[in-house]
C-alpha cells in the first residue's frame, strides 16, 4: 500500500486498508504517481494570506496612528497617502499603495507578555492550560487544504518560524518553517534511488502500523501523516516556489536584497501555486530603547519596501483582489516614551495593518484619543481580524471545531468580520 | 558490567564499585526508602480509585528499561546492556540499572543539558559563556549536591563567567537593560513554579499575583551588574567581547513602576509579599537566595519536584509545570505535598527523587492504554491519573544521542564525548528559532513536523547509523556468525527495545527476498527501524 493516503479516504477507511493488506504481501510501493500531471496548472482566484509577523511587538504609534503634537508622539510625522488616512513619513513606499491598504487603529487585546500575546494574536484564543489552539494559519490549512488537490507542498508556511502551532487540528497542518534562502534543509534524498526508498518505505510502514495499533493515542498516527507529508514533499516540482533565487533579479531587486524581501517574494510565489497562508517573520521590535533610531534607520525601510512591493506585485498580476495582506505583532507599544528613549509592552490601544483580497482599501478603521492611550470608538479583538480574513478568503464563519476533549471552538473566536472592511 | 562500563567509559574501578553494592541488597531498602515509594503508589492508587479507572498492566522489562535510560541518562540503552537486562535474573535489577545510570557520566550529562537549555536557552545568548554554565551544573550533578545549594549558588554567583559558570544564568537574562524584568520573571518560573510575567504591567487576573509583587521581587535583582569586557584582536586591530562578568552595584533604594493608570508607585524587595531581614553588607540576590531556602513553604522544592515528575511521566501535577497557584490546582495535591516534604527531609537529594519516581508502581506501568483508562488522556485535554504511561517525543538531545548508541558498536564513549557535544550542539542549531525578544525565547522545529521527517530520512545522523561501515553497530551485527533470524533479533533489540513480531518477521523475510543483497536489505530494515514512531517515542 501506499504510504500517500488518497485524500477523499477517510483515515478509519484507510487505516482498515491498511489492515487489510497484511504484510506478507508488500506491493510495489506507489511512491511518485501523484505527481506533474496537474502541478503545473495554477487555477486563477485561489484565496490566500499573507500574515507579516512583526515579532517583539512594533511600535504602531510610530508607524499607523501617529500623534503630532503629543507629548507621546515621538520623532516622527505623518505623511499622506494614496488612502484616506495618514501614516508615518518613514514609509513613504507603503504610503503610495495605501488605496489598496487599511489600518485597524483600535486594537484591544489584553495580553502584554511575549508568548502569551503572541499566542492570542495567532490564535484569537488567550492560552489554556488543557487545549492548545490553531494558529490560524492552520485553520486556513484544515477549511482550504481539501479543496486543492493539486497541491503538493505544505498548505501553511512559515518564512523565518515564530508561527505557532496546529493545536488540536494535527501536525498536518502545523506550519512549515522555512529559511528565506529557499533552501529546504535534508529534502534530497542523496544517493538512495527510488525503488530503495520504496523499499524502506515498506518496512517502515509496518513498524509505524504496527505501533499505531497498539492503542496509545493520536501521536504515532501523527507521526505518519506527517511522514506521508514529507515523501510528498521531497518528489514536487512545487518545490521550486521556494526558490526566490530562480525570479527576476528586477523583482528581486524591487522586494529588497534582505531576508525578509526574499520571504515577500517567496510568499508570492508560494500563492502562485496554491499554498493559501504564509507567514513572514520580520523580527526586532521589542524596542525598549532607542525606537526612534531602530525604527528610521533599520525596521521601517526594510519593512516599507517589502510590504509595497508584494502590494504592488499582485495587483499588477491581477491577484490582489484575492490574497489578503496582514501585518502586526504580538501587541503594540507604551504611548509612554521611557527613560531609555524606548516604548515598553502595550496591548490595549493599538494598531494594524490589513488589506488586499477584497477588502475595503484606504480606510483607517476605529480611532484612539489624543496620546494613544485610549480607544475613542469600537475596539477589536484578534477574533475580529481573523473573522475579517476568513470573510475575504470565503472560509465560512459558522465553522465549529471540537477539541480533543469535545469541547466546540468556534472559528476566529466567534470575532466578527469589520463593518468597514467587508461592508 | 562490562557494557556498562563502556558506554560510561569508565574502568575497572567502576566495575568494582558495583558489584560491591550488588552484594548489598539489603542496603536497597535503605536506599530506596521503600516507604515513600509505597505512599507513591498508594496516592496514586486512590486516584485510579475515586476516577474509576484501572491502570495498565505493567510494561515489560526491556520497554522499562528502554524508558528509564531515556528519562534518566536522555538516550536509549546500548544493545549490550539490553541483552545483559533480559539475562539478569536478580529481582533487584531494576533499581541496580537505575544506580548505574546515576553513577556514570550520562547522567551527568543529560541533566547538565536539561538544565542548561531551561537557564540560558539552547541559542546561548550574546556574551554568555555556555561552557561556563555547563561546567557548573557538571559538578552540581556528578557530585548529587542538594538543589537549594545549586540554586542558591545560581541566584548569588558572582565573577567571571567561566571562573564561576554559576553566573551566566543571571548573565544570560541581562542582555538587554531591562532592570532585571526578565530575571524576575524567569527566575521565579524556573526555581518557584510561578509565573508573574504578566504582572509587570497589571494585576494577574487569575493569580494572586499583584503588580506590586512583581516589583518588589524584581528589587532583589537591582543589585546585579553585567559587566563586559573588551579587547583588542591584534590581527585585526578591531575591538572585540573578552569576557563578562557579574558585580553588584550599590542600588540600595526601592523601585518604581507605573500603574496602569500612570500613577508613579514605590516597592521595597518582599518575597511573596512577606518582608525579608537585611543585613548590611548583604547583596539583594543574597537576601532573595536566603528567603528561598528559608521559605517554610518549601515552594522551590515543590517546583522541583512538580518538574520533575513531569519530566519523567510527560505530564506534571499541573499543566505547565511552571506555573502553579490557586489558580492552577494540583491533580495530585496530596501526592504533590508528600514528595515535596519528602524531598525536603532529603536534604534536596536529586538522584533520591529520582530513585524514587523510577520505583513507583505508575512509572513502570505500560503505556497502552485498556478499556477502563480511556479516559485517562491528558493529550486529549484530560487530568493525568497515570493509570499508564504517556507517551512521548524525544528531545532533539535525547534523538542526537539514541542515534550516537545505535550507530556505534561500542556506545557512546567519553573518549569523542566533548566532540559529540560540539556535533551536537551544531547540528541543533538548524531546528532553534529564535523570537528575539527580551526574554530570549526561542521556539523548535523539532517538534514532529516535516523538517523533522526530512531530517529523519534524508539526514546524516541515520544515514551514518545505517551505512554498515566497520565499528558501527549495524556492521557488527551483520557480520556476527549468527542466523539471519537472531541478527534481526538484535537490530529490533537495538532500536525499538522488544523482539520483533510475527508480522516483522514476514515483512523482513520479503525485505530479504526483493533486495537480492543481505547487506542493503539489513540496511533497510535498519533504515526503517529508526525512522519509525517506535523509535522516536519513548514508551
Redesign the interface.
Known amino acids: 500500500m501506499s504510504i500517500i493516503q488518497p485524500e477523499n479516504m477517510d483515515r478509519r477507511h484507510f487505516m482498515r486498508h491498511v489492515a487489510a493488506s497484511s504484510a506478507m504481501t508488500i506491493p510495489a510501493f506507489h511512491f511518485l504517481n501523484h505527481l506533474s500531471a496537474n502541478a503545473a496548472e495554477v487555477r486563477k482566484n485561489q484565496k490566500a494570506c499573507v500574515l507579516v509577523w512583526l515579532g517583539g511587538g512594533p511600535p504602531t504609534i510610530d508607524m499607523w496612528d501617529l500623534k503630532p503634537g503629543s507629548k507621546n508622539g515621538g520623532e516622527f510625522k505623518p505623511i499622506s497617502t494614496a488612502g484616506d488616512l495618514q501614516i508615518s513619513e518613514h514609509m513613504p513606499k507603503i504610503a503610495k499603495q495605501m488605496d489598496s491598504l487599511s489600518v485597524v487603529r483600535s486594537m484591544s487585546t489584553r495580553e502584554a507578555d511575549h508568548t502569551r500575546g503572541r499566542y492570542y494574536m495567532h490564535t484569537a484564543y488567550v492560552p489554556n492550560p488543557t487545549v492548545i489552539h490553531p494558529s490560524f494559519g492552520s485553520v486556513v490549512s484544515h477549511s482550504l487544504a481539501p479543496q486543492r488537490k493539486s497541491l503538493e507542498i505544505p498548505s501553511f508556511v512559515s518564512v523565518g518560524g515564530g508561527a505557532g502551532s496546529a493545536g488540536f487540528l494535527g501536525m498536518t497542518h502545523a506550519p512549515f518553517v522555512v529559511d528565506s534562502n529557499g533552501q529546504i534543509r535534508n529534502v534530497d534524498s542523496g544517493g538512495t534511488d527510488k525503488r530503495r526508498l520504496e523499499q524502506r518505505l515498506a518496512m517502515w510502514d509496518v513498524v509505524e502500523s504496527g505501533f499505531i495499533n497498539s492503542d496509545r493515542g493520536d501521536l504515532p498516527q501523527a507521526h505518519k501523516d506527517v511522514y506521508r507529508k514529507a515523501v510528498n514533499l521531497m518528489t514536487s516540482p512545487q518545490m521550486d516556489a521556494f526558490k526566490v533565487a530562480q525570479e527576476d533579479p528586477k523583482i528581486q531587486e524591487a522586494y529588497g536584497n534582505n531576508n525578509f524581501g526574499r520571504g515577500m517574494l517567496m510568499a508570492r510565489r508560494l500563492i502562485e501555486v496554491g499554498v493559501p497562508f504564509i507567514e513572514v517573520n520580520l523580527g526586532g521590535w521589542d524596542l525598549h530603547n532607542d525606537v526612534f533610531n531602530t525604527l528610521s534607520n533599520q525596521r521601517l525601510p526594510t519593512l516599507d519596501q517589502g510590504i509595497a512591493a508584494l502590494t504592488q506585485d499582485l495587483k499588477s498580476r491581477g491577484m490582489l483582489d484575492d490574497v489578503v495582506i496582514v501585518c502586526m505583532g504580538e501587541f503594540g507599544r507604551t504611548p509612554r516614551i521611557n527613560q531609555n528613549v524606548g516604548r515598553d509592552h502595550w496591548a490595549s490601544s493599538w494598531s494594524l495593518m490589513i488589506g488586499g483580497g477584497g477588502l475595503n482599501g484606504g480606510v483607517a478603521v476605529g480611532q484612539t484619543d489624543k496620546d494613544g492611550v485610549g480607544i475613542e470608538s469600537q475596539s477589536y479583538l484578534p477574533g475580529d481580524i481573523w473573522a475579517t480574513v476568513s470573510k475575504a478568503m470565503g472560509i465560512p464563519l459558522n465553522i465549529v471545531h471540537t477539541s480533543k476533549r469535545g469541547r466546540p471552538m468556534k472559528i476566529a473566536n466567534g470575532g466578527t468580520p469589520i463593518e468597514e472592511l467587508v461592508g | 558490567m562490562r557494557a556498562l562500563s563502556l558506554i560510561f567509559g569508565l574502568a575497572v574501578l567502576q566495575i568494582t564499585t558495583l558489584s560491591v553494592r550488588a552484594a548489598e541488597t539489603s542496603d536497597y531498602r535503605l536506599k530506596y526508602d521503600t516507604a515513600v515509594v509505597d505512599q507513591i503508589d498508594l496516592l496514586i492508587r486512590q486516584s485510579w480509585e475515586d476516577n474509576e479507572v484501572s491502570p495498565s498492566e505493567a510494561a515489560d522489562d526491556i520497554t522499562w528499561l528502554r524508558r528509564v535510560y531515556l528519562d534518566t541518562v536522555g538516550h536509549i540503552p546500548p544493545l549490550s546492556v539490553v541483552e545483559e537486562f533480559i539475562k539478569n535474573k536478580d529481582s533487584n535489577k531494576y533499581q541496580q540499572a537505575v544506580d548505574e545510570m546515576l553513577d556514570g557520566d550520562s547522567y551527568v550529562n543529560n541533566w547538565t543539558t536539561i538544565w542548561t537549555n531551561l537557564l540560558i536557552g539552547r541559542q546561548t545568548p550574546d556574551r554568555t559563556s555556555r561552557d561556563g554554565m555547563q561546567k557548573f551544573l557538571r559538578e552540581a550533578f556528578a557530585k548529587n549536591r542538594p538543589w537549594d545549594d545549586v540554586v542558591y549558588d545560581i541566584l548569588t554567583a558572582e565573577g567571571h563567567f567561566e571562573e564561576n559558570g554559576a553566573v551566566n544564568y543571571l548573565l544570560s537574562q541581562m542582555t ?3 532592570e532585571g524584568v526578565q530575571a524576575t520573571a524567569k527566575t521565579t518560573r524556573l526555581f518557584l513554579g510561578t509565573q508573574v ?2 504582572t ?3 494585576n494577574h487576573p487569575f493569580n494572586d499575583w499583584k503588580q506590586s509583587q512583581f516589583w518588589e521581587f524584581n528589587s532583589f535583582f537591582r543589585n546585579a551588574r553585567r559587566v563586559d569586557h573588551d579587547k583588542i584582536d591584534p590581527n585585526t586591530g578591531q575591538e572585540v567581547d573578552d569576557y563578562s562578568e557579574l558585580t553588584t552595584n550599590d542600588f540600595s533604594g526601592p523601585v518604581f513602576f ?1 500603574k496602569r493608570s500612570g500613577l508613579m508607585q514605590v516597592a521595597y524587595p518582599k518575597y511573596f509579599g512577606n518582608d525579608v531581614e537585611f543585613d548590611n553588607g548583604k547583596s539583594r540576590q543574597k537576601i532573595l537566595a536566603d528567603a528561598i531556602v528559608a521559605d517554610g513553604d518549601h515552594q522551590m522544592a515543590r517546583a522541583m519536584v512538580n518538574r520533575m515528575w513531569g519530566h519523567f511521566f510527560g505530564y506534571g501535577f ?3 509545570v511552571d ?1 502553579m497557584g490557586p489558580h ?1 490546582p494540583a491533580s495530585h495535591p496530596m501526592l504533590l505535598e508528600y514528595l515535596t516534604e519528602s524531598f525536603v527531609a532529603s536534604d534536596y537529594d536529586m538522584k533520591m527523587l529520582v530513585r524514587w519516581i523510577t520505583s513507583s508502581e505508575a512509572y513502570r506501568l505500560s ?3 485498556n478499556t477502563k483508562n480511556e479516559i485517562d ?1 491528558p ?4 487530568m493525568p491519573l497515570f493509570s499508564h504511561m ?2 512521548k ?1 524525544m528531545e532533539a538531545e535525547q534523538l542526537f544521542d539514541s542515534l550516537m548508541v545505535a550507530s556505534n558498536a561500542s556506545g557512546m564513549n567519553r573518549a569523542n564525548y566533548a566532540q559529540a557535544m560540539r556535533q551536537r550542539n551544531q547540528w541543533l542549531q ?1 531546528f532553534v ?1 529564535t ?5 530570549n ?1 526561542e ?1 523548535t ?1 523539532f ?9 529523519m ?3 546524516e545522523l541515520v ?1 551514518t547509523a545505517v551505512k554498515c561501515d566497520p565499528g558501527t553497530l549495524l556492521h557488527q551485527v551483520v557480520s556476527a556468525e549468527e542466523k539471519d533470524s537472531k541478527k534481526v533479533q538484535l537490530l529490533y533489540l537495538a532500536a ?1 527495545g522488544r523482539n520483533p ?1 510475527g ?2 518477521l ?3 523475510k ?2 530479504m527476498q ?2 537480492g543483497n543481505p547487506i ?1 536489505a539489513y540496511q ?2 535498519y ?3 529508526l ?4 523509535f ?2 519513548v ?1
Not at chain 2, 493529550?379 to 484530560?382: D, L, M, S
Not at chain 2, 523570537?435 to 526574554?439: A, L
Not at chain 2, 517538534?447 to 531530517?455: C, E, H, R, V, Y
Not at chain 2, 525512522?531 to 517506535?534: A, F, I, Q, W
Open positions: 538587554m537593560r531591562d510575567q504578566c509587570q504591567c497589571h507605573e499541573t499543566r505547565p506555573d492552577n503505556s497502552e492504554f488522556n493529550a486529549a485535554g484530560e504517556y507517551i517525543s538548524q528559532t523570537f528575539g525578544t527580551d526574554e525565547d521556539s522545529t517538534n514532529g513536523s516535516i523538517p523533522q521527517a526530512l531530517m530520512m534524508n539526514g544515514d525499538l513480531s508480522r516483522d514476514a515483512a523482513v520479503k525485505l526483493i533486495s542493503s533497510d530494515l533504515w526503517a527501524l525512522n519509525s514512531n517506535e522516536i517515542f514508551r
